[in-house]
């Protein structure tokens, strides 16, 4: 009562709840939330892979806190990283398994959710063939996880269009390192990024998507140069020595021409190019179409500045150029990451201390998949179409080497698009959201109403998994063991703090006990009762591989702080850059090779009925869809909703100012009620929005456009329309960027329709 009574009187300064105590890893912390003890373990969010503890009080998480003995973030975490432990407790969590009936989503037994989707898939694949059953994954179960899914849908299920969210943002990385050196796996450590003289970072905005490798990038500031190129002038850019404002989507034009200069001056690595690459004949010939003067008015970016940045990067003695969604996402991605490698390549910067071409991953574990999970090759980088590589991965898994496949199935855009021709009738998703994270969702919406049986399989009751016919209840980050490994080639462990709530189970057990209802455990599972079986044959099948794992174990991971492969008998302590001198490249030759690509005008170019180009990314507060942040208060508060970035020029135009609201159009669609933010950091003629937000779903507006090679979509550069919104009483006044009016009757009585209507005639 006393306490009431003070509370009232704004007397009580809340003494308990908010008294510290001493904590020996911590020091000082919350009295109310000390733990009983501390869980270490690795950040589920994006791929850097940092290193953390997380505190459990009462068989609850309470807290999450940086280890500051990590090689990553040394203690530091982001925002996101900070409140991770929220989300184990959100209220959209899928708590148990589900069944659709009567239209409508009934919690089940997990044998009724099993025989549902057993039945859907057998009568789906009897009809229809095997591979009308298809699955979309993620960048964010455990290793051990992605390699049993590979395994039960490639050899189990039997079907070859088998595809992850991985695709929408790493598949151009992927397939360019596979290009120039014949194997993906990112080349450098964060240490090059520290240690480098010289970085370049192209279309990519790590103080929002990666902070902590903003505290690498910052390292030995004085003595480095960071040259930011990018459209948009990001967080990122303002901590450059030089920003470059491209034009967007012309970073191909742009690194063709800087080897030109490279070139032309003689800054060349000559011994390099002669002892480790193929092709610079070839390649010389290709870049004379990219003379300076030509590729300045192609980009914007003035001649001068063009001979300067090239001589930046071939002079300087460690240069390294990262990258992000900014070159993937665009349908010349893979010959953009391969461009860059060109210059890698041709200057000799690759290999060394401070030099690679670098990028960096989206999602916690998307190398993972990418080195076992089964999608874009066999587990261990080998090739579906190597005999070589089939009967040696048949024989490590004791398998019939008919079983594995021959040649890549669907991608996740090619998935969707057979949906829609009717080709693919039952589709499993795991771990993603394509009701938001998917291009032109208007195609994809309509794809999905003609399946026979959707299958989601999460530990949140996402856009996706609401409407599902079965539903998958999955423990998550906290609540279940393995390996996630980071860009920097780090294989890092993650703990179990926690037990799964509810009837939930982790997508290892899943993804086990579903198998047998296909009768193929026994064969693809023996013997496998926890993650850790997995893990153990992840080491055998990569004996030898570029992805060695062979010489890592759960306690040497855990001791170190995550190792770096290759580990083997030649690296014990793992490796922190590939192909230096004793290590050459993957082609059979064992070079490099340079890539001849030509750039190409944007698809989809302004006109007047949509005059502007529409960018889209993140903000340092969300990941992916808002799946798991959307449920974090902190984080939801400091960016509730989607806003729209104009540049002063065409806000003028437009006559908007800060927080007034917009519509955006693109020949798709129109997302509505979008926050202005009139600010410097857009060029005039380009607008960006964030892509995290359902309620404002701004990828009706993207375009079914791919990179051919990588399958990736082209999320990033879409010609649009803005239209202000002006409300008098029953009628919406809405002016475009060209300064054009219409008028709309808001009316819902058909009466009063009329009358209005009348009105906007005579105003007309």
């Known amino acids: 009562m006393i306490g009431k009574i003070k509370d009232f009187l704004g007397l009580d300064i809340k003494e308990d709840k908010y008294a510290l105590a001493d904590d020996p890893l911590f020091g000082k912390i919350s009295k109310e939330k000390k733990p009983d003890f501390w869980v270490k373990s690795t950040c589920g969010y994006c791929g850097v892979g940092c290193g953390l503890y997380i505190g459990v009080k009462n068989g609850k998480a309470t807290y999450t806190k ?46 009724e959710a099993y025989e549902k989707a057993f039945e859907g898939f057998k009568k789906v694949q009897e009809i229809y063939g095997k591979n009308a059953v298809a699955v979309i994954s993620t960048g964010q179960l455990l290793t051990e996880e992605f390699y049993a899914l590979g395994k039960f849908v490639q050899l189990g299920l039997d079907t070859r269009n088998y595809d992850g969210n991985t695709t929408l943002c790493m598949a151009s990385a992927v397939m360019g390192y596979k290009q120039s050196f014949d194997s993906d796996g990112p080349v450098g450590s964060y240490e090059d990024i520290a240690k480098a003289d010289a970085v370049f970072v192209i279309g990519a905005n790590l103080a929002d998507n990666h902070p902590i490798i903003v505290h690498h990038l910052m390292k030995n500031r004085k ?46 690595d ?41 001589k930046l990067y071939a002079k300087s003695e460690k240069s390294l150029i990262c990258w992000t969604m900014g070159v993937n996402q665009s349908y010349q991605g893979t010959d953009t990451v ?30 993972g998949t990418r080195e076992f999970g089964f999608t874009s090759s066999i587990p261990g980088y080998r090739k579906f179409e190597s005999q070589k590589d089939r009967e040696e991965f048949a024989a490590l898994i004791n398998v019939p080497i008919e079983m594995i496949p021959d040649h890549r199935g669907y991608k996740y855009t090619e998935i969707i698009e057979a949906i829609d021709r009717g080709e693919i009738k ?25 399946l026979d049986i959707l299958v989601v399989q999460d530990a949140f009751m996402s856009d996706t998994a609401k409407i599902a016919d079965v539903v998958f209840a999955a423990a998550t980050w906290g609540e279940k063991e393995g390996c996630y490994t980071n860009s ?63 010489g890592m174990s759960y306690e040497k991971i855990e001791n170190m702080g995550g190792i770096q492969w290759p580990c083997n008998e030649k690296y014990p302590n793992g490796c922190k850059r590939l192909y230096s001198k004793d290590m050459p490249f993957e082609h059979e030759d064992g070079k490099a090779k340079f890539i001849n690509a030509h750039w190409e005008p944007l698809q989809e170019d302004i006109s007047k009925e949509f005059p502007l180009i529409l960018n889209t990314g993140r903000t340092v507060e969300h990941f992916h869809t808002r799946t798991k942040t959307g449920q974090i208060k902190i984080l939801d508060d400091l960016a509730p909703e989607a806003w729209c970035e104009i540049n002063p020029l065409d806000a003028e135009k437009l006559k908007v100012k800060n927080y007034d609201r917009i519509t955006i159009s693109s020949s798709r669609g129109k997302v509505e009620n979008l926050v202005v933010k009139v600010t410097q950091r857009v060029a005039p003629g380009t607008v960006f929005v964030p892509f995290h937000y359902n309620t404002q779903l701004i990828n009706i507006l993207t375009q079914s456009l791919f990179d051919p090679k990588s399958g990736e979509p082209n999320f990033k550069q879409t010609a649009v329309q803005l239209h202000s919104e002006k409300v008098p009483k029953g009628i919406v006044l809405k002016e475009n960027i060209a300064g054009e009016i219409s008028y709309e009757a808001v009316c819902e009585k058909s009466s009063e329709k009329n009358k209005i209507e009348d009105k906007i005639n005579i105003q007309s």
């Open 338 to 367: 391969s461009a860059i490698n060109n210059l890698a390549i041709m200057t000799g910067k690759i290999g060394k201390e401070g030099c690679a071409p670098f990028s960096i991953t989206g999602q916690c574990n998307a190398m």
């Open 270 to 310: 000559e011994r390099f190019i002669k002892d480790r690459a193929l092709g610079w004949r070839e390649f010389v010939k290709h870049i004379q179409d990219y003379q300076p003067g030509h590729v300045a008015h192609i980009t914007g970016i003035e001649t001068k500045e063009l001979y300067n940045l090239a």
């Open 426 to 450: 039952a589709l499993w998703v795991v771990c993603t959201n394509p009701l938001i994270s998917f291009p032109n969702q208007k195609m994809l919406r309509r794809a999905l109403k003609k």
């Open 488 to 550: 920097e080639r780090r294989c890092n462990k993650a703990n179990k703090a926690v037990e799964p709530p509810a009837d939930s189970k982790s997508d290892f057990e899943i993804i086990l006990e579903f198998s047998q209802y296909f009768g193929v455990k026994e064969l693809l599972f023996k013997d496998w009762k926890e993650p850790k079986d997995a893990f153990e044959e992840i080491r055998k099948i990569s004996r030898g591989r570029l992805c060695d794992y062979s």
């Open 223 to 268: 003595n480095k140069k960071i040259v930011v190129i990018d459209p948009r002038r990001s967080k990122t850019a303002r901590l450059a020595n030089i920003y470059v404002p491209i034009k967007p989507r012309t970073d191909l034009a742009l690194l063709n021409g800087l080897a030109y200069i490279i070139w032309e001056q003689g800054w060349y």
């Open 66 to 111: 940086g280890d500051p003995a990590h090689n990553v973030n040394l203690g530091t975490l982001c925002p996101k990283g900070l409140s991770e432990h929220y989300i184990l407790y959100a209220s959209n969590r899928a708590l148990y398994p589900k069944v659709k009936k009567n239209g409508k989503l009934t919690n089940v037994s997990w044998s």
